[in-house]
Each structure stands twice: as structure tokens, then as C-alpha cells.
């Protein structure tokens, strides 16, 4: 089984700021890796996939980029509605995974 | 607009039997891999189950290997999870989530895209 190893755990950014979210899989999964963010209460919501192509009506200010077992989330300008918890998934192997989480928090 | 939604959850006793359904709408449903993700409370995403678009092809978590049965009805636009043995482990919201894409547009490698709000199963004495 593929891990997937998110950091850091907690980010805590202030609004305006920028944040750089880090996933590594324990081996390649080529560019088949995705990003989502799950708010409380919600369930998760489709960011990236593909590892850089944004999904149906995404801001431009996410950015997802990396290939093989290194990736990023890249979030510019957080904005209030950004706080959340960032997940990254791939889906080149079976079983599919997922990394632990990313908590964004306002500082 | 694609819609999934889930049905079936509920407090189980250890070693019983759940079947969840996933009705899905607003979309062809014959023409997407699909499959349970679940949360445990508090905790992160734990994929659990994948069938393709036609039934044919079916993947596990080895954490409920032998004892979930992923299954789809395409007459009925219906996903369903068949959990047997059930464990304390096993309490979690469980969600229906449908890939991105139908399977052509990825080269069979397609993300979840598209995920329903989730059943509660609660596995206690």
C-alpha cells in the first residue's frame, strides 16, 4: 500500500498570507494525485487533480504542482473561506490512499 | 446536477450487518467508476471500496477485505456496500464518491470528484 505523508499537521496563516502544503507518497504515483479540502461538518471538496489541473470552478489562487512522490499545495491570498482541512489522495495504485490531513488555521 | 445520496446507517452491535445504499442523479450512472470513502469520527479520509462503471472490476481496503461486498445496480442508479463482521473500527460516516470523469477521459485513471453527505454507522454494544 501506498502512504501518503502530509505536512506540516496544523499551518497556522494569517489572512492575505500565503500557504504551502506539502504531500509525499511512499512511492510513485506518477501525477495521479488530487487535493481536497473538507470545512466542518461538510464532506470534502475536489480541489486539484491530476496533481496540477484545477477542478471545475476552483479559484486560481490554488495551485497544485509535483509529480512521482513529491507535491504541493500552493494557496495565495488565504482568505477567511480557505481555512479548512487540506487533503491529498492518490489513485495510480490500489488500494487507493489518502495522506493524513492538513489543518489551516487562522493565526 | 450530480447528486448522491446515502442511506442505511445506524447503530450496529460488533459482529453484526449493515447494507448502505448510495442513490445517485444527475448523471449517467452506468458511465462511472465509483466508490465508499469513510471518516471515523474526528479523523481523517480512509478509502474503502472501488467498482468500475460496469461491475466488473471491484478493489478493497485490506482493512475490510472479506468482509464488505461493494456492488452497484446501474437500472437503478444505486451503489451499495454490504458490511459484514462489523467492529468498533469499523464506526465512521460513510461516503459514496463518484470519480471525476468516466474512465475514457482519464486512461482509467481518474480522481473522486464528486462526493454525497455521508451515513453515519456506529459500531457499539
Known amino acids: 500500500e501506498i502512504v501518503m505523508t502530509q505536512s506540516p499537521a496544523t499551518l497556522s496563516v494569517s489572512p492575505g498570507e500565503r500557504a504551502a502544503l506539502s504531500c509525499w507518497a511512499s512511492?510513485?504515483?506518477?501525477?495521479?494525485l488530487a487535493w481536497f479540502q473538507q470545512k466542518p461538518g461538510q464532506s470534502p471538496r475536489l480541489l486539484i487533480y491530476g496533481a496540477s489541473t484545477r477542478a471545475t470552478g476552483i479559484s486560481a489562487r490554488f495551485t497544485g504542482s509535483g509529480s512521482g512522490t513529491e507535491f504541493t499545495l500552493d494557496i495565495s491570498s488565504l482568505q477567511s473561506d480557505d481555512f479548512a482541512v487540506y487533503y491529498c489522495?492518490?489513485?495510480?495504485?490500489?488500494?487507493?490512499?489518502f495522506g493524513q490531513g492538513t489543518k489551516v488555521e487562522i493565526k | 446536477q450530480v447528486q448522491l445520496v446515502e442511506s442505511g446507517g445506524g447503530v450496529v452491535q460488533p459482529g453484526g450487518s449493515l447494507r448502505l445504499s448510495c442513490t445517485a442523479s444527475?448523471?449517467?450512472?452506468?458511465?462511472?467508476?465509483i466508490q465508499w470513502v469513510r471518516q471515523s469520527p474526528g479523523k481523517g479520509l480512509d478509502w474503502v471500496a472501488f467498482?468500475?462503471?460496469?461491475?466488473?472490476?471491484?478493489y478493497y481496503a485490506d482493512s475490510v477485505k472479506g468482509r464488505f461486498t461493494i456492488s452497484r445496480d446501474n437500472s437503478k442508479n444505486t451503489l451499495y456496500l454490504q458490511m459484514n463482521s462489523l467492529t468498533p473500527e469499523d464506526t465512521a460516516v460513510y461516503y459514496c464518491a463518484r470519480d471525476s470523469h468516466p474512465p475514457a477521459y482519464c486512461g482509467g485513471y481518474c480522481s473522486v470528484g464528486y462526493w454525497g453527505q455521508g451515513t453515519l454507522v456506529t459500531v457499539s454494544s
Open positions: 467498482v468500475r462503471y460496469d461491475g466488473n472490476s471491484k
Open positions: 489522495h492518490q489513485y495510480n495504485n490500489w488500494p487507493r490512499t
Open positions: 444527475g448523471f449517467t450512472f452506468s458511465s462511472y467508476d
Open positions: 512511492q510513485s504515483v506518477r501525477s495521479n
